[in-house]
């Protein structure tokens, strides 16, 4: 029943959980209005409690009545919108009896709380103990002389429900809980016993908060120090005896301590006093990719005489953070490396606060996989240990927010919210993951609470992490857009959020919709709504429910890329491309830019918290979309990557160690699977660490034609030079503008053309706000570009392929004291040139050691089109090989396979999906780890596959591969 690896326990000897997952504890749950007067009789021994409903603690109301069978299935269809929610949002009694342990024989029993959102009563055989406000406030109680150890005692917990409107008046709470634009309104509002409850068993004086802190003179050195509070519980002087073992190493330690009546001593221990603090050699807790997140433990006893009064366990880790703001963006360096982000948002681990335990471990570790380092936890939404035990275990940074989101109005309680939240500082403040607190999602804590934060993490966690108050501004570069764009958007200068200032920087939140694949859709969409697009879809946040992921624009995205689906599985798959695209482009934009600007990048979200058709990588039921695919391939730690804008191929290395005598190679394939021997390149290159270095450019034989040339030119003023000599394609002529913002020029084609970019050309008096309009009649204008870095010189701008007569540089604030001056004005589009290849092509990128040894591939479609991928459906179908082995050992079930296309296939096999799934139904295999899906083979190429999953997952079943080339379409069922 104890967690494993938990930062700080009580001894395992000790502890007694009255969880509902302990047999000997049955919680039941009412409602105080329908229990009434009743309410005199609860604390009373075998108190008749069987129209009670059954609880679940750790847990909330509104799941017990979930779990018992009396609400529907919320996840399914509209369920959860159709729940009354006057039932829930009320005060709920929970009950349970228990009996003292035998060996409980030290001279203090204590009844301890993690957790309860949002107020409690708590009582013990009819005696009040005292409340608890705000879901971090911990609870303590001296229960010795209250409990019976012949008889059961009664535990009656009154819950007091967060009262509306959540933000932020009723903080700390689960904030999202009365809804958001990605998850539902859960009835209750999360209002429970939400975290663990359980018993001990102590001496008269205890250890009270446990603070280890470490510094690293150099790598090679670690000076550990040890904070802790002994509690008296008499009143009477004590003397103790502490001691201390850190392992590895068997670094011991010990020291006297006095603590008079009633009181708490404050225990300070360093190398000053105990040379052995000074560790030599230290294992290092390192970010994800950058090396081994390596943890201690210290075990800490406090003795009075020969008896062991209290001990505690804490797992640490050595390391040391450190910031700067070069350039006014925030870096984040660990032991001395600066380290490139990478990760993601979580909203919440679940959206009813279901996800409990290992679930925590599984989350994290699809985390790891995807090379990923770092997690928002995002308004403070997650409260669990094992949240951060995950983050520690494998290496995920955590930038840790307290409950405030961007209204201007301040809690109802200021001083409850300080006291909770110096409360999550001293709970959380040992895990090595915490690498930033933040004050406020997309807005700066009211006073007096940014100063209250910042002091209680200078005092509570020894200012050993950045305090950052906004989350979206203040060195970075703003959150957001949510919506999906062309992957060449991401490279292009700037991808702006919005607050923050310009450019790619540190984005905290950066995202779009995504669509999962059809074996997650049907599991929460009736069958007589899946089709076509309705209200249902909406209701899991895929309409104007969730207008910030642009759900119109992502659909509109597969139809037009990929072809209109022609039903809801076909949907699916080519969302999926759409998802691989996006969230490759996302994370590679930033990484093209490493150091010259951006420091990193966190996606809006990394997970689920409801069946959800928007922002997520893995999906609700572990389904790795290719979104997650996506963001994995992009974030390898040794990567190359092809930047679309350009065409400039890159090595990005994103750890601390150069990696020396590589080969960069890049091929192009029609889509029958053949190279076209004219874009092949190699060259030998290092990759140096922390750095994105650039190996060569495809050399794609485009014809740039300018649309523009000579063709008639309007513009809003001129002064001695005239709008038409921005496009006589003379550049030593120009155009020159009156001293006004609001200036303009634009360009008639002569008829409607295929447009998707523009150069311009400026003079000293530059545009530093402008956009690129189109037109079709000169009168209604619609926006394609718009940017506040503006610069002299060229400027080369490109977007989305549209149709269009006119197009517009409209000036919204000028660069110098002067007017607007072009020497060119250039636009490009028109009908593509071929050049030998395919409407749709393929870049395969290599990178591989001196011996050979593959170290990085990438994998891009390319349409002569840009933007038009519907040649991708006319790929003939082709016949794979697949040899797979199975074996079962240790609890876990391994999957082996090699996929072929054979070189006698007569095209590319592409976007193969793999899938584990159960021989009796076909329903995939969830959750699974994999090392790859979605690639693509070209004729005569393989691909070793291994896929893992807990043997208990699948029961008495068995498992089966199923793979499916996006060549070779299911058909709708």
């Known amino acids: 029943m104890i967690c494993a690896f938990a930062c700080t326990k009580v001894s395992a000897q000790e502890a007694v959980y009255l969880n509902s997952s302990n047999p000997q504890t049955s919680w039941k749950v009412k409602a105080q209005a329908e229990v009434g007067a009743d309410s005199v009789n609860i604390y009373k021994p075998r108190y008749n ?39 829930y949002d009320r005060n709920f009694w929970y009950r349970t009896e228990f009996n003292i342990p035998a060996n409980f024989n030290k001279e203090k029993i204590w009844l301890n709380f993690k957790g309860i959102n ?12 005292g409340m608890l406000d705000g879901f971090m406030q911990r609870g303590n109680y001296d229960v010795t002389a209250l409990v019976s150890r012949n008889t059961p005692n009664v535990l009656a917990v009154l819950v007091y429900c967060p009262h509306n409107p959540l933000v932020n008046y009723e903080s700390p709470t689960y904030i999202p809980s009365a809804s958001w634009d990605w998850m539902p309104y859960v009835p209750g509002l999360n209002s429970g016993i939400t975290d ?9 004086i205890t250890l009270k908060d446990p603070w280890i802190r470490t510094d690293l003179p150099t790598n090679a050195r670690a000076d550990v120090s040890i904070e802790v509070g002994v509690k008296n519980s008499t009143s009477k002087f004590q003397t103790g005896m502490l001691t201390g073992v850190i392992q590895p190493g068997n670094i011991e330690f010990s020291q006297k301590v006095f603590v008079g009546g009633n009181s708490t001593a404050e225990v300070k221990l360093d190398k000053k006093r105990f040379e052995a603090l000074a560790i030599s050699s230290p294992k290092l807790w390192w970010p994800n990719g950058y090396g081994e997140p390596n943890l201690y433990t210290c075990k800490l006893s406090l003795k009075i005489g020969d008896e062991v009064s209290d001990s505690q366990t804490i797992k640490f880790g050595i390391k040391k953070y450190s910031y700067d703001t070069v350039g006014n963006v925030l870096h984040l360096s660990v032991n001395g490396t600066r380290i490139f982000l990478k990760g993601g948002n979580w909203g ?14 599984t989350k994290l570790k699809l985390h790891r996989e995807m090379n990923f380092n770092i997690v928002r936890n995002w308004i403070g939404s997650t409260t669990d240990d094992e949240f951060y035990e995950a983050c520690d275990k494998y290496g995920m940074m955590v930038w840790d927010d307290f409950w405030l989101n961007s209204i201007p109005n301040l809690p109802n309680d200021v001083n409850n919210f300080n006291v909770n939240a110096i409360e999550k500082i001293k709970r959380f403040r040992n895990h090595p993951s915490i690498a930033i607190w933040c004050g406020d999602n997309e807005g700066t804590p009211m ?15 020894g200012g050993d992490r950045y305090y950052q108050p906004n989350s979206h501004a203040g060195n970075l570069t703003g959150s957001g857009p949510w919506t999906n764009f062309d992957p060449r958007w991401y490279f292009s200068r700037y991808p702006n959020g919005f607050g923050g200032s310009p450019g790619w920087g540190l984005r905290s939140e950066i995202g779009t919709a995504v669509f999962t694949n059809y074996d997650s859709f049907k599991k929460f969409m009736p069958k007589d709504k899946m089709w076509p697009r309705n209200e249902m879809w909406n209701l899991h946040f895929f309409g104007p429910s969730a207008g910030n992921a642009g759900p119109d624009r992502y659909d509109d995205g597969i139809n037009k890329r990929y072809g209109t689906a ?23 934009g930033w990484e093209d830019n490493m150091w010259e600007d951006a420091s990193g990048i966190m996606t809006w979200m990394s997970q689920s918290a409801y069946p959800s058709l928007v922002w997520q990588t893995y999906d609700y039921y572990y389904d790795l979309t290719g979104a997650y695919w996506g963001a994995k391939k992009a974030s390898e730690p040794l990567h190359i990557q092809w930047n ?6 890159k090595v990005i290395n994103t750890t601390g160690l150069n990696v020396n005598d590589l080969i960069a190679d890049v091929q192009v394939y029609n889509t029958d699977g053949k190279p076209v021997a004219d874009y092949h390149q190699s060259k030998p290159i290092d990759a140096i660490a922390n750095a994105a270095v650039n190996c060569f450019t495809i050399k794609f034989k485009e014809e740039h034609t300018n649309l523009a040339l000579n063709k008639p030119t309007v513009a809003s003023s001129f002064e001695n030079m005239e709008a038409a000599l921005a496009t006589d394609g003379n550049s030593g002529s120009r155009w020159a503008s009156r001293q006004n913002d609001n200036e303009w020029i634009y360009v008639d084609l002569g008829s409607v053309q295929t447009v998707n970019g523009v150069k311009l050309k400026w003079e000293e008096a530059f545009g530093k706000a402008f956009k690129i309009q189109v037109s079709n009649d000169a009168k209604q204008w619609r926006d394609v570009y718009d940017t506040e870095d503006g610069h002299t010189g060229v400027q080369q701008i490109t977007f989305d392929e549209t149709k269009a007569r006119y197009v517009k540089m409209q000036g919204v604030r000028r660069g110098s004291g002067w007017g607007y001056s072009l020497w060119d004005f250039e636009v490009y589009g028109g009908e593509p040139k071929s050049n030998g290849l395919s409407d749709v092509h393929f870049i395969k990128l290599k990178l591989t050691d001196k011996t050979g ?13 840009r933007t038009d991928f519907t040649a991708l459906n006319k790929l003939p179908k082709v016949d794979l090989k697949v040899n797979s082995k199975i074996s079962k050992e240790g609890g876990k079930y391994y999957i082996n396979a090699t996929i072929t296309n054979p070189a006698s296939s007569p095209s590319v096999a592409f976007a193969i999906r793999v899938q584990a799934v159960r021989k009796s139904n076909g329903e995939q295999i969830l959750p699974a780890l994999m090392n790859d899906n979605y690639f693509s083979l070209m004729r005569g190429e393989g691909r070793n596959i291994k896929i893992e999953f807990d043997a208990d997952v699948l029961g008495n079943d068995s498992p089966v591969l199923l793979v499916q080339p996006y060549n070779d379409p299911v058909k709708e069922e």
């Open 644 to 649: 679309p804008v350009n065409n400039s191929v």
């Open 447 to 461: 006073a007096p609470l940014n100063g209250w934060l910042a002091e209680d993490i200078r005092n509570y966690d």
């Open 49 to 87: 409690d069987a129209n009670w409903v059954k609880g679940v603690v750790p847990g909330t109301v509104f799941n017990a009545y979930v779990v018992a069978g009396l609400e529907k299935d919320p996840n399914f269809g509209d369920n959860i919108y159709k729940v009354d929610k006057a039932k």
């Open 118 to 129: 949002k107020k409690a009563e708590i009582y013990l055989n009819g005696k009040l103990l």
């Open 348 to 361: 919440m681990a679940e959206y009813m606060l279901r996800c409990r335990g290992n679930e925590y471990d």
């Open 196 to 204: 663990k409850v359980y018993m001990t068993n102590t001496g008269s």
């Open 853 to 865: 040894k593959l170290i990085s591939d990438n994998f891009y479609w390319r349409g002569n089109k």
């Open 566 to 588: 022609t039903g809801i599985q076909d949907y699916c798959r080519k969302a999926q491309l759409l998802n691989i695209e996006t969230n490759k482009a996302m994370y590679e």
